[in-house]
């Protein structure tokens, strides 16, 4: 189990008793002011703290491909650094200059959060736009990846759907032959409306390289499509801003490009949908969500939390599971099936807290707080932070699986300013240890301490939630 999803289910208990506890530290911070030049100068940080955590990369990536053999450094156009594989010693510094650079940046984006809040400074609103362009910019243009993903996705849209099941020697005589050794494709764990668009985006780019630019630039545009149908469902202007301009979001959907984003924009017009009381289009929203990554049905069942009446809630979200069960079984010879039962246990070795099976704790609370959000309307604000953990393996942009859950219950903002640090301490590329478990114990002793003194009130104030 990682240490988010600790702290998540520490939070998980904390808010389940929060009205016998007074005012959460949430609510306390929102009613900090941030002076104009404060906010200003937090603003202004984030791209050149974003650019250090891109430099970072781009040196791991060098000092990996330095202890490469000839001829194997330049195989792929864009380096990656996987620490999982190559853990220099001076993994260790890299790891802790990037926990440092994490902190900081959640700060300047929590200040900047807060000032968007309060609505502290005229001028703010062009300076967050500007920080989000260049944000985007160092995005785009960071010469490395941390993911090896990208060439997977590059692999299958010149294969299309024979991706699931790749004949051998696919890519004799392509541009992708001297970089299959290194980054093989053996089968493909996405659905089948995510290999449709990635064909679609990338078929007729020649060069490897240009295919991944091509990936950023998209995901780029989807990010902005995200925030405008974020903005479209009634998100607040702090929530917004604190994805627009969050290092982390601009790190996992286009520095280093991932599927998840598509999902994303889907279940945020799916959201509209429903606040439009268009259950139909919703439920077919949240079944294109599924077909482009499978746990999207559940991390994304909270769209549909604005249609009145559970049994029509349950009923929809059936419906949507239906619907992406089918559509994933007309890929020929259930290769996508294959791939998926195949990846489960391999992904369980991939980490020791996977393959204890611990994994499956927070992935049944997150399954659990789904089920009473659409039973009753009302959700339990920290499993937002639990739905990272829905596969064995939790990768850092896992996280933004939260995000429809946590705009259904009003804490997308906290979600997203938690980001950059949470992500640092997922990340398999960065090695924290005791960090992370010392975190998860801050934050049971302030439960603890949270407990105590809500107790020792005799008139303890229940305050109800407050939009993010």
């Known amino acids: 189990m990682s240490s988010v999803s600790a702290v998540a289910i520490i939070l998980f208990a904390w808010l389940r008793f929060r009205e016998r506890l007074g005012r959460s530290p949430a609510h306390l911070l929102r009613s900090v002011r941030p002076a104009p030049a404060l906010a200003y100068a937090g603003a202004a940080l984030l791209a050149p703290l974003f650019a250090a955590q891109a430099a970072i990369l781009v040196l791991q990536t060098r000092y990996e491909g330095a202890a490469l053999p000839r001829g194997s450094r330049e195989v792929l156009p864009i380096p990656v650094f996987d620490g999982r594989l190559h853990p220099p010693p001076i993994e260790a510094l890299y790891s802790h200059v990037a926990l440092g650079v994490g902190v900081l940046e959640t700060l300047c984006l929590g200040i900047v959060v807060l000032a968007a809040h309060a609505g502290v400074g005229r001028r703010l609103t062009p300076l967050v736009v500007a920080v989000g362009g260049a ?112 290092p ?13 984003i598509e999902a994303l924009v889907l279940l945020a017009a799916a959201m509209l949908a429903a606040q439009r009381a268009r259950p139909w289009i919703a439920m077919v929203l949240l079944a294109a969500a599924g077909a482009v990554k499978l746990t999207f049905l559940l991390a994304g069942a909270a769209v549909l939390a604005p249609i009145a009446g559970a049994t029509r809630r349950f009923g929809l979200w059936g419906g949507a599971i239906a619907s992406a069960a089918v559509a994933s079984l007309l890929v020929p010879g259930n290769a996508y099936v294959h791939d998926l039962i195949s990846y489960v246990p391999y992904s369980r070795n991939l980490v020791p807290e996977s393959s204890g099976g611990l994994w499956m704790v927070p992935a049944a609370l997150a399954a659990l707080a789904t089920i009473v959000l659409l039973a009753s309307g009302r959700g339990i604000a920290a499993a937002a932070w639990l739905f990272g953990q829905l596969a064995p393996l939790t990768a850092p942009w896992y996280l933004l699986w939260g995000f429809p859950y946590a705009q259904a219950t009003g804490v997308l903002t906290a979600l997203a300013v938690s980001l950059p640090l949470a992500t640092v301490a997922l990340d398999l590329n960065f090695h924290l240890n005791p960090i992370p478990t010392a975190v998860a114990l801050g934050c049971a002793a302030g439960f603890a301490i949270e407990v105590v003194r809500g107790y020792s009130r005799t008139n303890a104030a229940i305050v109800p939630r407050e939009p993010a």
Request: charged content about 10%; aromatic content about 10%.
């Open 135 to 246: 944000l985007a910019a160092i995005a785009l243009l960071t010469p490395a990846m941390a993911t090896r993903d990208p060439y997977e996705y590059a692999a299958t849209s010149m294969l299309g759907f024979a991706a699931y099941a790749p004949p051998a020697g696919a890519f004799h005589g392509t541009p992708y032959a001297p970089i299959f050794g290194r980054v093989p494709l053996r089968g493909v764990i996405y659905g089948p409306l995510w290999v449709a668009f990635d064909t679609l985006e990338l078929a007729l780019v020649p060069a490897i390289a240009a295919k991944i630019i091509v990936l950023r630039a998209v995901n780029a545009g989807l990010v902005a499509a995200l925030l405008l149908l974020l903005g479209r469902a009634g998100a607040s202007r702090a929530s917004l801003v604190s994805i627009g301009v969050n």
């Open 248 to 260: 982390a979001v601009w790190c996992y959907a286009v520095l280093s490009p991932h599927a998840d």
